[in-house]
C-alpha cells in the first residue's frame, strides 16, 4: 500500500507538467500514452478522486495567475461606462471598436480555455470513466470549462467608480456590449459578425451548473432574455417612429426585411434556438403593435391597397398576418366592410341614374338623355334600354368587384379559405342588400344570350355563363330569380333570339347549382318549344294533304305553351286591375278561319283542351305592296315597292284594317281599339312601332308627334320607302326590360303570394310528419327547409302559422302556449 | 446466410487481409519489440482512448505511432487480433515476454501490473488480462468477449486453476468496473463443490480435500481481501446457485441463483428441482 501511495506523486508531477505544457500550447512534444498511463494508474491505484481534486486546483490556479488579468485589462472604465451606462461622448465607431476588442479577447481566452481543457479531458479520460461517473460528479470537463463562468462571466467587479450603486458582474458587461453591437447592426452598422457568434456559441456551451442540464445553457438562461428584451424596446422604438413618420407600404416592406434579417441573425450572429422566439418578438412589436393604426392609414392603409390592387403590398400583409393571426381577424375585417363600401357604391351609382327612369314606354325627357349620354357613348337609347343598361352596368361592376377581390385572393392571400368564405359572405350580403339583384341577373343573363349567340364565340359565351352562376350563387332570393329568368326566357324562346344550345346549357347550370325542382319549369318551356315546331309542321302537312290550298297563303306557326310553365305575363293572364277587363282582341276574318282549321286539327289527338291565342306573344311576316306614287317619275317612289314586314301579331291585326280602308281615309285610335279589343296599352305600344320609328313607317300619324295619344288619327303611308326588302317593325315593349317601380311592387306582390303558398306547404308537411311542434323549432325547420330558394321572413312565418290555425290545419296545444298540433 | 452477412463477413475478412499484407495502415501500436500497423479508422471506431491519441495535438497523433512500454506484447497482439476479427486466441503456450526496465518511476516491480520474466499464462489468466487490458483502452466489445470467455471456462476448469486467476481479475482494474469480478466469484462459489465431487465416496479424502481448498482460498484472501468480502456479499445476496432446467431451455444460463429454502429458481420462479428432489426424498412403499 505504502509504494502504491508512492506512485501517486510521480504520475502527478507528469500529469501537471504536461497541463502547463498544454496550456502553453507546447503539446506537441508530449506522449499521450504516457500521460494516460499515468492517469490511468493513478484511478486503478484508487487515487482518482486526489487527481480529481488536484487537477480542479491546478486549473483553477492557473485561470486566477494566468487567464483573469488578461480579461481584466480589457474590462477599462470607459468599457463599463459604455456598456452599462451609455455614457454619452463616445462616437458609435469608439463603441464598436472597445466592444469588439472586449469580446474578441473573451473569445481568446475562451478558445484556448476550451481546447486545454478538451486535450486535458482526453488525458484524464480514465478518470471519468472509472471514477467521475461512479461518484456522480461533473466530468472532468465540465468541472473544469465551467471555470470560465464561475471566474470570468461571474467575476464581480466591485468598481471604484460611485455611480454603481450595486455590484455588476462581467456578464452583464459582455450581454450589453453583444446587444449593443447586434443594434448597431440593425440600424445599419457592418460588426464582426463571426466573432458575435463565437461568443453566442460560448454561452451556449457554458452551463448554469456543472451538472450540464439541457435548458440551463447560459445562453437560454441569462443572455436570450435579455437578448428578447431588447429587440422588444428596440422593435418597439421603431415601430412607433414608422407610425409616426412613414407609410403603411412601407411598413410592410420594413417588417418583411426585419423578419428576414432577424432570422439570418440567428443563424450567423446568436443563435438558431432563438429563431421562433426572436420572431414572436418582431412579430408583436413591430407587426401587431400599431397593426391597426398602419391599415388605417390614409393614403396607404389598406382601403387603399385594396382599391389600387397593390398586390405586393397586400403580400406581405397576408404573410404577414398569416404569421401572428391564423384567423385573419384584422384583415377579414376590413376586408368585408371594404367589400360592403364598394358594392353599396355600385348601387348608389345605379340609382342615381334609375330614378328618373319613368315605368314604361313613355318619351324620355332631356335630363335623362343626357345622363345617358354620360352613361355610355352610344347613342341615346330608349328608356327601357336604359334599364336594360343599368342592369348590365350593375352586374358587371359586381362582377369587375369580384373578379378584382378573386384576383386579390389568389395573387395575394395564397387562397386563404378563411378569407374566401368572408369575402363570398360580403358579396353575398351588399347583393342580397340590393332589392333588384335578382332580376338584374338574369336581365344580365338575358343581354348575354340574346346578342351571345350572334357576336360571342362559344369561350366568351361560356365565360359570361360562368360570371352569371357566380352571381347565382350569392343571391338568396332565388324565387324571384326565377320568376323573373321565367320571363326573360319566355321572351327569348318566343322572339326566337336565342341559341336553344346556349340556353340548355344554361338552364342545366342551374341545375347542377340549384337542383332540379329550380329548373323544371324551365325545361318544361324548352320542351313545349320542341313539340311546337313539330305540331306547325304536321299541320302545314295536314293543310297541304287536304288540298285546301287558301288564297290568302297564310302560313301559321304555332307555339302550344302549357299555362302553368310559362309566366303568366306572356300568357296574356297579367293581374293588374286594369287589365283585368281584358278579353280576345278581334282577329281579321282571314285569320280567324285559320285559328279554327288549326284548332280542329289539334283537337284530333288532344281532345277536351283548350286554346288560347295570346296575340300579344306572337309575331307576322306581312307582305306589302306600295304602288307607285303617282307624280313621281324617278327615285324610289316612281316605282311599285314590295317589301316584306315583319310585326307583331297585334301590328298584323292593326294593318288589316288598312287593308279595307280606301286611299286617304285615316282611323282614329278610339276606332281602332274598337274593332280589334287590343288592350289600350299594347295599341298604343303597336300604333307607335308602326306610326313613329322611321325604319318601319307604314302609317302615318295625325298630328306627327312623338308619341301615341287616344285622340290621334292614323292613315296609311303610300309613300313609304325602306333600302331593305325585309323591315322589322321595332317592338317597343316593356316586358323583357326593367321593371318599373309600379311593375316591380306587382311582381313582389305576386312573389310574396307564392312565397305564402310555399310556407304554407312547407308548414304543413313538417306538421304532417311531426304531429305536434314547438314554434320555434317549426320556423326554423321551415326556413332550413326553404333555404335553396329564398329567405323567409320570421314575421311572415309567423302570420301563416296563424293563417293555418285559422283554417284548422292546426290547433294550438292546451297549455303550451308554443307549441302546435296537426290536425289531419 | 443473407447477404447482408455476407457483406459483413467479406468486410471483416478485406480489412483483416489488409491488415495482415500491410496495406493502407496508417498508425502503428508498439509494444516492445513489436510492431503492429494498423488502420486508425480501424481502431479509433472501436476505442476512444485510441481515438483521442490519434486525433489529438499529442505527439502520437504527429508521428503516428502509439507505444504501450507497461503492456504485455502477447496481450496488445491478441488485441489487435480481436480489433480485427472479433476474437483472439488463448491456447496455452509459453509466455516468453521480458519486461523491460522501467523507462519511469512509474514502474514497479512487485505491482500485478508488471509480469515475470518467464511465465506460462493459463487460458483462464488470459482472460482476465485481456479483460484488464480492453477496460485501459476502452474496447467494449473486447470486454464483454473476454468476461464471456472466461465465464465459459471458469466452471470447467479445477478451483486452483480458477483461483489462480483471480490475482489477475482483481489487480489489474479498478473496483467500479464489477463485469469479471462478479463472474469470478460465483465461479469460486461453484468451485470447491467440483472439487469435492472427486471424493465422492471417500470420507477420508474428502475431508482432506475440503481442507487443502479451504487452504486455497485463504491464501488467495490473504492476497486479495476484496475477493473474499466480495465472496461473504454474494453469499448475502444470492445463497444458493443451482442448474435451473426451465432456464437453460429458453436460453439463458443454467446456473441461476435459487432460494435457498425452498429452492425455486429466482430469474424465472420455477421450482426445477421440486420433482427431482421429491423423488430423491419420497418415503418408499
Redesign the interface.
Known amino acids: 500500500m505504502h509504494?502504491?501511495a508512492s506512485?501517486f506523486e510521480?504520475?502527478w508531477d507528469?500529469l501537471r507538467s504536461a497541463m502547463t505544457d498544454i496550456h502553453k500550447k507546447n503539446?506537441?512534444?508530449?506522449?499521450?500514452?504516457?500521460?494516460?498511463?499515468?492517469s490511468?494508474?493513478i484511478?486503478?491505484r484508487?487515487k482518482?478522486g486526489d487527481l480529481y481534486e488536484r487537477v480542479k486546483v491546478f486549473e483553477e490556479e492557473w485561470f486566477r495567475d494566468h487567464i483573469m488579468p488578461r480579461i481584466s485589462e480589457l474590462i477599462t472604465n470607459n468599457l463599463i461606462n459604455v456598456a452599462l451606462i451609455q455614457a454619452p461622448g463616445t462616437s458609435l465607431h469608439e463603441r464598436r471598436q472597445m466592444g469588439e476588442k472586449f469580446l474578441r479577447g473573451v473569445r481568446d481566452a475562451w478558445k484556448d480555455h476550451n481546447m486545454s481543457m478538451n486535450?486535458i479531458a482526453?488525458?484524464l479520460?480514465?478518470l471519468d470513466?472509472?471514477?467521475t461517473v461512479?461518484t456522480k460528479q461533473p466530468s472532468i470537463f465540465a468541472a473544469t470549462i465551467s471555470l470560465f463562468r464561475n471566474h470570468i462571466l461571474r467575476n464581480t467587479l466591485s468598481s471604484s467608480q460611485e455611480q454603481f450603486n450595486h455590484d455588476f458582474i462581467v456578464f452583464d458587461i459582455l450581454n450589453a456590449v453583444v446587444l449593443d453591437l447586434i443594434n448597431m447592426e440593425r440600424d445599419g452598422d457592418i460588426i464582426d459578425r463571426n466573432l458575435l457568434k463565437q461568443i453566442t456559441s460560448m454561452l451556449e456551451d457554458l452551463y448554469e451548473t456543472d451538472d450540464e442540464i439541457g435548458d440551463q445553457r447560459l445562453y437560454l438562461r441569462v443572455f436570450e432574455p435579455r437578448y428578447l428584451q431588447a429587440s422588444r424596446a428596440f422593435y418597439r422604438q421603431e415601430c412607433e417612429k414608422l407610425v409616426r413618420e412613414s407609410d403603411a407600404g412601407s411598413w410592410l416592406r420594413h417588417c418583411r426585411r426585419r423578419l428576414n434579417e432577424e432570422k439570418d441573425r440567428c443563424g450567423t450572429t446568436v443563435s438558431l434556438l432563438t429563431s421562433e422566439k426572436i420572431a414572436k418578438v418582431v412579430e408583436s412589436e413591430l407587426v401587431m403593435a400599431k397593426l391597426a393604426e398602419f391599415l388605417a392609414m390614409e393614403g396607404s392603409g389598406l382601403k387603399v391597397m385594396i382599391d389600387n390592387d397593390r398586390v405586393e403590398d397586400l403580400s406581405i400583409l397576408y404573410e404577414l398576418i398569416a404569421r401572428v393571426d391564423p384567423s385573419m381577424t384584422p384583415l377579414k375585417g376590413t376586408l368585408q366592410s371594404r367589400i360592403m363600401e364598394l358594392g353599396l357604391e355600385i348601387e348608389k351609382n345605379l340609382k342615381n341614374t334609375d330614378f328618373s327612369a319613368p315605368s314604361n314606354g313613355g318619351g324620355a325627357d332631356g335630363e335623362e338623355a343626357a345622363e345617358t349620354a354620360e352613361k355610355s357613348k352610344a347613342q341615346p337609347l330608349t328608356a327601357a334600354a336604359q334599364q336594360t343598361a343599368a342592369a348590365i352596368k350593375w352586374v358587371d361592376d359586381v362582377l369587375f368587384l369580384k373578379d378584382k377581390f378573386d384576383n386579390l385572393w389568389t395573387n395575394c392571400f395564397r387562397e386563404d379559405l378563411i378569407l374566401q368564405s368572408a369575402i363570398t359572405k360580403s358579396f353575398s350580403d351588399f347583393i342580397n342588400m340590393f332589392n333588384r339583384s335578382s332580376e338584374y341577373v338574369s336581365l344580365f343573363i338575358d343581354d348575354n344570350l340574346k346578342r351571345g349567340a350572334k357576336a360571342k364565340t362559344d369561350a366568351e359565351v361560356d365565360v359570361v355563363l360562368d360570371k352569371a352562376i357566380v352571381l347565382l350563387r350569392y343571391l338568396t332570393d332565388r324565387d324571384m330569380f326565377e320568376r323573373y329568368y321565367q320571363k326573360h326566357l319566355a321572351k327569348r324562346l318566343l322572339r326566337n333570339g336565342s341559341d336553344i344550345d346556349t340556353e340548355k346549357d344554361m338552364v342545366s347550370r342551374m341545375k347542377s347549382e340549384m337542383g332540379n325542382a329550380f329548373t323544371s319549369k324551365f325545361e318544361g318551356m324548352f320542351k313545349d318549344m320542341e313539340l311546337s315546331r313539330d305540331l306547325s309542321e304536321n299541320y302545314r302537312d295536314h293543310i297541304r294533304q287536304l288540298g285546301d290550298v287558301d288564297t290568302q297563303k297564310i302560313d301559321l306557326g304555332v307555339h302550344v305553351l302549357t299555362l302553368t310553365t310559362w309566366p303568366p305575363e306572356v300568357m296574356g293572364r297579367s293581374t293588374t286591375q286594369e287589365d283585368a277587363s281584358k278579353g280576345q282582341c278581334n282577329y281579321p276574318p282571314n285569320i280567324k278561319r285559320l285559328q279554327d282549321s288549326f284548332f280542329k286539327f289539334y283537337l284530333k289527338d288532344r281532345s277536351g283542351r283548350v286554346l288560347t291565342w295570346v296575340g300579344s306573344a306572337g309575331t307576322a311576316d306581312i307582305r306589302c305592296t306600295f304602288p307607285k306614287v303617282p307624280g313621281k317619275e324617278t327615285g324610289p317612289l316612281s316605282k311599285e315597292r314590295r317589301y316584306e314586314l315583319n310585326v307583331s301579331t297585334y301590328g298584323m291585326i292593326i294593318l288589316q284594317l288598312f287593308n279595307d280602308l280606301a286611299e286617304g281615309e285615316s282611323l282614329s285610335f278610339e276606332e281602332i281599339q274598337a274593332k280589334t279589343n287590343i288592350p289600350p296599352q299594347d295599341l298604343q305600344r303597336n300604333l307607335a312601332s308602326l306610326s313613329i320609328a322611321p325604319k318601319a313607317r307604314v302609317l302615318l300619324k295625325e298630328p306627327a308627334s312623338k308619341s301615341v295619344k287616344p285622340s290621334d288619327r292614323f292613315s296609311f303611308n303610300s309613300g313609304f320607302v325602306s333600302k331593305s326588302i325585309k323591315i322589322k317593325a321595332p317592338t317597343i315593349t316593356s316586358i323583357s326590360k326593367v321593371e318599373g317601380d309600379e311593375e316591380r311592387r306587382e311582381t313582389e306582390k305576386k312573389n310574396d303570394q307564392t312565397r305564402s303558398h310555399t310556407i304554407d306547404a312547407a308548414i304543413v308537411r313538417i306538421m304532417k310528419a311531426r304531429k305536434q311542434f314547438g314554434h320555434t323549432q317549426l320556423t326554423t325547420e321551415v326556413i332550413t327547409q326553404l333555404a335553396n330558394r329564398f329567405k323567409p321572413e320570421i314575421s311572415l312565418i309567423k302570420k301563416r302559422i296563424e293563417d293555418l290555425l285559422g283554417r284548422d290545419y292546426l290547433e294550438r296545444v292546451e297549455g303550451e302556449p308554443n307549441v302546435y298540433r296537426y290536425l289531419a | 446466410m443473407d447477404s447482408g452477412t455476407d457483406f459483413c463477413t467479406g468486410f471483416v475478412t478485406e480489412i483483416a487481409k489488409a491488415r495482415n499484407q500491410d496495406e493502407f495502415t496508417d498508425f502503428t501500436l508498439t509494444c516492445g519489440p513489436d510492431r503492429f500497423p494498423v488502420h486508425k479508422l480501424v481502431i479509433c471506431t472501436q476505442s476512444?482512448?485510441f481515438r483521442?491519441?490519434c486525433t489529438?495535438?499529442?505527439?502520437?497523433?504527429?508521428t503516428g505511432e502509439?507505444?504501450?512500454p507497461?503492456d504485455d506484447p502477447a496481450m496488445v497482439a491478441r488485441m489487435v487480433e480481436y480489433l480485427y476479427s472479433g476474437k483472439y486466441e488463448a491456447a496455452e503456450v509459453a509466455e516468453t515476454w521480458i519486461s523491460p526496465e522501467p523507462e519511469?518511476?512509474?514502474g514497479?516491480a512487485?505491482?500485478g501490473v508488471t509480469i515475470p520474466e518467464t511465465q506460462r499464462l493459463t487460458p483462464i489468466r488470459i482472460h482476465a488480462r485481456m479483460f484488464a487490458l480492453a477496460d485501459?483502452y476502452?474496447i467494449r466489445g473486447l470486454q464483454l468477449h473476454a468476461s464471456e470467455q472466461y465465464e465459459k471456462l471458469a466452471t470447467t476448469i479445477r478451483a486452483h486453476q480458477l483461483l489462480d486467476s483471480i490475482p489477475d481479475v482483481y489487480d489489474?482494474?479498478?473496483?467500479?468496473?464489477r463485469r469479471l469480478r462478479d463472474k469470478a466469484v460465483m465461479a469460486a462459489r461453484l468451485a470447491p463443490e467440483g472439487e469435492l465431487d472427486h471424493a465422492l465416496g471417500n470420507p477420508t479424502l474428502r475431508k482432506k480435500t475440503a481442507r487443502a481448498t479451504a487452504d486455497m482460498f485463504r491464501a488467495v484472501g490473504e492476497r486479495n481481501p476484496e475477493f473474499l468480502k466480495d465472496l461473504v456479499a454474494s453469499y448475502i445476496v444470492v445463497s444458493s446457485v443451482r442448474n435451473c432446467n426451465y432456464c437453460a431451455a429458453i436460453g439463458k444460463p443454467q446456473l441461476q441463483p435459487m432460494k435457498a429454502t425452498d429452492y425455486r429458481c429466482v430469474t424465472c420462479g420455477e421450482t426445477t428441482s421440486k420433482s427431482s428432489l421429491q423423488k430423491r426424498y419420497a418415503p418408499r412403499r
Not at chain 1, 27 to 38: D, T, V
Not at chain 2, 56 to 62: D, L, V
Open positions: 509504494k502504491e506512485e510521480p504520475c507528469i503539446a506537441g512534444s508530449l506522449s499521450f500514452e504516457q500521460l494516460y498511463r499515468a490511468y494508474k484511478v486503478l484508487k482518482g486535450m482526453d488525458i479520460m480514465y470513466r472509472a471514477y461512479e | 476512444k482512448v483521442a491519441a489529438g495535438q499529442f505527439k502520437e497523433a504527429s502509439l507505444d504501450m507497461e519511469t518511476p512509474l514497479d512487485s505491482s485501459k476502452d489489474l482494474t479498478p473496483e467500479s468496473v
